[in-house]
Structures are given as structure tokens and as C-alpha cells.
């Protein structure tokens, strides 16, 4: 979801599902099942969120393989990003995607009912705490290299994963797809020793504040960094649906990974 079409971000952000086009759906399990293996996951954050999500591995593999954790849109689930997920098993990674807190599966919270559209907006900013969770449970995996952990997120995704290169040590790298600064969460603002470095930021000129955005989190970020832009209005997914953002997208991992 777009947080520029969606002004009031902690109210009609908060109450309605998404707005705007929506984002690629699952396809058939049988698209992927000759290429991975899936293990459906979960893990229980700091803060009492059940996080569910799917693991998903090569049939082929040997030794340990880096990883590559999945931060969906705003509105949306993990199963947004499985078109995706053949392509980096079979460049060699590891797979994490997993339902934010408050979306799809993840709704629980220590035995109560939590779900985005009573979010608060500590609940918002204390999104970063579900990608350490993810880090915590990837580290028990013997297949992991748990050295080399990668984030790419789309929208609010893109500021999750930010944010995590700053304040979590088990990032390596992270992929910032359509970032938003201009709503006051997720930001970065007011974390102590707050330092995100590694990052490529993605957008769209023509996204809205996404672009300048990138260019304004680039500049708190240690190197190696990068920011490209791209034409036309496309966000989140549909942007990562491009060709050309995939092969960048694919040549970062490739460097930084």
C-alpha cells in the first residue's frame, strides 16, 4: 500500500486493508515444487507476537547458504512474495518470508487477538523486533550460514528492513524497496546509536515521496550504499516485478551478501 495515497497513516492506514492496486497473489504450490523444498515456520518475537512464516530451501544444496528474509507491503502476506522466491533458491540462498505482526497468520499476541487494524503507533515501530525473532530462529538452522543474512522489503517492508540494518548486528546487507520517511514511524528517529550501512534503496520517481525518501535514508546510511531511481509510478511490488530492479536487486546480494 501506498503510505502517500493514504495520508492519515495512523487512521485510514491503520483501518482499511490497503489501497490502490493490489499486489501479486500465490500461485499454484506446483510452480515451485520442483525447484524447493517449503517448511511452513514459526517464532515467538520479544514482545509476544506468534510470527508465522514458510521456509523454503533447495532440494540441491550443500553446506550452509546464505539467507534472504522477505518483508511484505503494508496490507499484504508472505504469499506476496512466492513468484519471487524460485529465483533466489536457485541462485543459491536460503528463504525466509514470513506475515508481519498484525497481518495474515500473525495475529497473536501473547494469546490475544492483534491485528494491524489496532495497531498503534509503538505497535508500528516495534515492527523491527519481528526480523530479530526471524534472526534469533534462522541461527538454529544447521543449513543457515547465519553470517551472511540479507533483508529486501517492499513499502513499509523497505522501512522495516532500514531500520533493521541499523540496530540489528545479524544484518550483513539489506534492499530498501519504495521506502517512506515522511510519515514520523520508521524512521530511525530516536534510536540510540542508531547506524544502518549496506543498504540499496529502490523507488520510483514518480512514487511520491518514495525517491526522495531512498535519498534521505542514504544519507544516514554507511557505506556501502546506493540509490537508484526508475520511471514511472510504480511501488512495493510492482516495482520488484521489473526486470531491470530484480537484475539490481540480484547484482547487490551478489556484492554484499
Request: proline share 5%.
Given at each position: 500500500?501506498?503510505?502517500?495515497?493514504?495520508p492519515?497513516?495512523?487512521?485510514?492506514?491503520?483501518?482499511?486493508a490497503?489501497?490502490?492496486?493490489?499486489?501479486?497473489?500465490?500461485?499454484?504450490?506446483s510452480?515451485?515444487?520442483?525447484?524447493?523444498?517449503?517448511?511452513?515456520?514459526?517464532?515467538?518475537?520479544?514482545?509476544?507476537?506468534?510470527?508465522?512464516?514458510?521456509?523454503?530451501s533447495?532440494?540441491?544444496?550443500?553446506?550452509?547458504?546464505?539467507?534472504?528474509?522477505?518483508?511484505h507491503?503494508?496490507?499484504?502476506?508472505q504469499?506476496?512474495?512466492?513468484?519471487?522466491?524460485?529465483?533466489?533458491v536457485?541462485r543459491?540462498?536460503?528463504?525466509?518470508?514470513?506475515?508481519?505482526r498484525?497481518?495474515?497468520?500473525?495475529?497473536?499476541?501473547n494469546?490475544?487477538?492483534?491485528?494491524?487494524?489496532?495497531?498503534?503507533?509503538?505497535?508500528?515501530?516495534s515492527?523491527?523486533l519481528?526480523?530479530k525473532?526471524?534472526?534469533?530462529?534462522?541461527?538454529?538452522?544447521?543449513?543457515?550460514?547465519?553470517?551472511?543474512?540479507?533483508l529486501?522489503?517492499?513499502?513499509?517492508?523497505a522501512n522495516?528492513?532500514?531500520?533493521?540494518s541499523?540496530?540489528l548486528s545479524?544484518?550483513?546487507?539489506?534492499?530498501?524497496?519504495?521506502?517512506?520517511?515522511?510519515?514520523?514511524?520508521?524512521?530511525?528517529?530516536?534510536?540510540?546509536?542508531?547506524?544502518?550501512?549496506?543498504v540499496?534503496?529502490?523507488?520510483?520517481?514518480?512514487?511520491?515521496?518514495?525517491?526522495?525518501?531512498?535519498?534521505?535514508?542514504?544519507?544516514?546510511?554507511?557505506n556501502?550504499?546506493?540509490v537508484?531511481?526508475y520511471?514511472?509510478?510504480?511501488?512495493?511490488?510492482?516495482?520488484?516485478n521489473?526486470?531491470?530492479?530484480?537484475s539490481?536487486?540480484?547484482?547487490?546480494?551478489?556484492?554484499?551478501?
Amino acid at each position: 500500500m501506498s503510505l502517500r495515497r493514504c495520508p492519515l497513516f495512523l487512521l485510514v492506514f491503520l483501518l482499511t486493508a490497503g489501497c490502490g492496486k493490489k499486489a501479486p497473489t500465490d500461485p499454484e504450490p506446483s510452480a515451485i515444487a520442483d525447484l524447493i523444498q517449503t517448511e511452513p515456520v514459526r517464532f515467538i518475537t520479544s514482545d509476544g507476537f506468534t510470527i508465522s512464516g514458510t521456509w523454503f530451501s533447495s532440494n540441491r544444496q550443500q553446506g550452509a547458504w546464505p539467507v534472504v528474509v522477505l518483508l511484505h507491503m503494508f496490507g499484504g502476506n508472505q504469499g506476496q512474495w512466492t513468484p519471487f522466491v524460485p529465483e533466489m533458491v536457485e541462485r543459491g540462498y536460503l528463504v525466509l518470508a514470513f506475515d508481519l505482526r498484525g497481518h495474515g497468520q500473525s495475529t497473536d499476541r501473547n494469546g490475544s487477538f492483534a491485528p494491524r487494524t489496532l495497531f498503534s503507533r509503538e505497535d508500528i515501530d516495534s515492527m523491527p523486533l519481528d526480523v530479530k525473532a526471524a534472526i534469533e530462529w534462522i541461527k538454529t538452522r544447521s543449513e543457515a550460514d547465519a553470517q551472511r543474512i540479507g533483508l529486501i522489503g517492499v513499502d513499509i517492508g523497505a522501512n522495516i528492513a532500514y531500520i533493521s540494518s541499523g540496530t540489528l548486528s545479524g544484518i550483513k546487507t539489506a534492499v530498501s524497496i519504495s521506502p517512506d520517511n515522511q510519515q514520523g514511524v520508521l524512521t530511525g528517529e530516536g534510536i540510540p546509536d542508531f547506524q544502518p550501512r549496506s543498504v540499496l534503496f529502490l523507488a520510483a520517481f514518480g512514487d511520491g515521496y518514495a525517491f526522495t525518501s531512498a535519498e534521505a535514508m542514504a544519507e544516514q546510511t554507511q557505506n556501502p550504499k546506493r540509490v537508484k531511481g526508475y520511471q514511472g509510478t510504480a511501488r512495493g511490488f510492482f516495482l520488484f516485478n521489473d526486470a531491470d530492479v530484480q537484475s539490481e536487486v540480484f547484482s547487490w546480494l551478489r556484492e554484499n551478501l
